[in-house]
């Protein structure tokens, strides 16, 4: 059975500042997502990432995929109130798409 | 125009009652999905069919039974509700190109928030 583990689950930071959100996963998969979710609405795709080595960037978000360790990262670069939501990460395996249980962020002036 | 939509966004109901909550995407995709997102927001894929067809039925009550009239519509119905069955259900669609360079990105739609009194 396919695990997606995701920490932290709750990030308070400072505008300005940087963090990272980790995902690892327990078996092989071809797909990892990253979905931002504001609260009371619905979830909205961020970046897909395919293969090996995979980075994307978007604005102050940048995610990257690691196969081999199965583990993909979400980091968040001078960070502004804008990006308090949560965000969940993601792995297909057969047909079957698992969620991490999620990262609440929260950014403070 | 919405890609997903969902209709009730709300709906309130009591024990034992039957409801159902239906979705439409207009994406032409060929793959549609129903969520349970519960109060700490954990996501589980309950169904997924793909050109009308189940291929993913999660371990769920039997009083859950989804309907595709076509490949556009993915209906939701649920028998004899109980108070467990509170939530945000999320239907969402993707479409399969297949091939190493298929995204399957999932679409959302807005969710309905189901309360069992």
């Known amino acids: 059975e396919l695990k997606v583990e995701q920490n932290p689950l709750f990030l308070s930071m400072q505008e300005g500042k940087n963090y990272t959100i980790y995902c690892n996963y327990s078996?092989?998969?071809?797909?990892l997502y990253w979905y931002r979710q504001d609260p009371g609405k619905s979830l909205e795709s961020l970046f897909v990432?395919?293969?090996?080595?995979a980075v994307k960037q978007e604005g102050r978000l940048m995610a990257s995929l690691d196969t081999k360790a199965r583990l993909s990262t979400l980091h968040i670069t001078a960070a502004v109130h804008d990006l308090s939501a949560t965000y969940f990460c993601?792995?297909?395996?057969?047909?079957?798409?698992?969620f991490g249980r999620g990262t609440s962020l929260i950014v403070h002036p | 125009d919405t890609a997903v939509s969902q209709t009730p966004k709300y709906l309130v109901t009591q024990m034992g009652n039957d409801k159902s909550i239906k979705c439409e995407q207009n994406?032409?995709?060929?793959?549609m999905y129903w969520y349970k997102q519960d109060s700490k927001k954990f996501l589980k894929i309950m169904f997924s069919?793909?050109?009308?067809?189940?291929?993913i039925n999660e371990t769920v009550p039997n009083r859950f039974s989804p309907k595709s009239p076509d490949k556009a519509h993915l209906n939701l119905h649920i028998n004899s509700l109980e108070l467990g069955d509170s939530a945000v259900y999320f239907c969402?669609?993707?479409?399969?190109?297949?091939?190493?360079?298929?995204?399957?990105?999932?679409?959302f739609g807005p969710g309905t928030r189901l309360t069992v009194l």
């Open positions: 969402a669609s993707s479409q399969a190109t297949g091939g190493a360079s298929s995204t399957d990105t999932q679409y």
């Open positions: 078996t092989t998969s071809d797909r």
């Open positions: 990432l395919l293969s090996n080595g």
């Open positions: 993601a792995v297909r395996g057969s047909y079957i798409p698992t």
């Open positions: 994406l032409g995709h060929d793959t």
């Open positions: 069919y793909n050109n009308k067809e189940l291929i």
